[in-house]
T-cell receptor
Framework: GEDVEQSLFLSVREGDSSVINCTYTDSSSTYLYWYKQEPGAGLQLLTYIFSNMDMKQDQRLTVLLNKKDKHLSLRIADTQTGDSAIYFCAETVNYGGATNKLIFGTGTLLAVQP | EAQVTQNPRYLITVTGKKLTVTCSQNMNHEYMSWYRQDPGLGLRQIYYSMNVEVTDKGDVPEGYKVSRKEKRNFPLILESPSPNQTSLYFC?????????????FGEGSRLTVL
């Protein structure tokens, strides 16, 4: 079955770069996503990458995709205290036709120390 | 303002007392879904709906019911809640069924069943 794994916790100092990693099992994934969950709030889409891309950059965020190793990472440059949150990796799996399913990882808690 | 609204945000109830968590979106989205979030398990899908009167089970549907009589509303019903349904619940919606990764989330409903 499909599975998406992430490490549970990452601590960095303000101003450093953060790298959050994710591994997935389904090679047919079309899109891979990063969501951010701030305390007491719902998830918010941060960025996504199509499976035929290797990299996507969006301001301080860089997404790297290694399809061979089924590894996805999110790099946050110049990490700020406001980046403290839980980050979820997710993949879209197609079961045929119009039915897609979104599989979430367990989430990585990013703690930014001032 | 585009949003997904859930009610109640917090609820403490007792075993066996039926309850409904409402979800409403004002974006005319076709796709809606319910997730539960538990520590160490990430988000797991309970039920989803591709459109009005079209619903289907997710990964953990046992003990839950849903309905989709109108496009904007997707209530989650717990007919006889049990303590293992104590969790944080999220409703989400998406504009297009084929790419269900770009989800808009509600702020969550924290349910405690005693």
């Amino acid at each position: 079955g499909e599975d998406v794994e992430q490490s549970l916790f990452l601590s960095v100092r303000e101003g450093d770069s953060s790298v959050i990693n994710c591994t997935y099992t389904d090679s047919s994934s079309t899109y891979l996503y990063w969501y951010k969950q701030e305390p007491g709030a719902g998830l918010q889409l941060l960025t996504y990458i199509f499976s035929n891309m290797d990299m996507k950059q969006d301001q301080r965020l860089t997404v790297l995709l290694n399809k061979k190793d089924k590894h996805l990472s999110l790099r946050i440059a110049d990490t700020q205290t406001g980046d403290s949150a839980i980050y979820f990796c997710a993949e879209t799996v197609n079961y045929g036709g119009a039915t897609n399913k979104l599989i979430f990882g367990t989430g990585t808690l990013l703690a930014v120390q001032p | 303002e585009a949003q997904v609204t859930q009610n109640p945000r917090y609820l403490i109830t007792v075993t066996g007392k039926k309850l409904t968590v409402t979800c409403s979106q004002n974006m005319n989205h076709e796709y809606m879904s319910w997730y539960r979030q538990d520590p160490g398990l990430g988000l797991r899908q309970i039920y989803y709906s591709m459109n009005v009167e079209v619903t289907d089970k997710g990964d953990v549907p046992e003990g839950y019911k849903v309905s989709r009589k109108e496009k904007r509303n997707f209530p989650l019903i717990l007919e006889s809640p049990s303590p293992n349904q104590t969790s944080l619940y999220f409703c989400a919606s998406s504009a297009v069924s084929w790419n269900t990764g770009e989800l808009f989330f509600g702020e969550g409903s924290r349910l405690t069943v005693l």
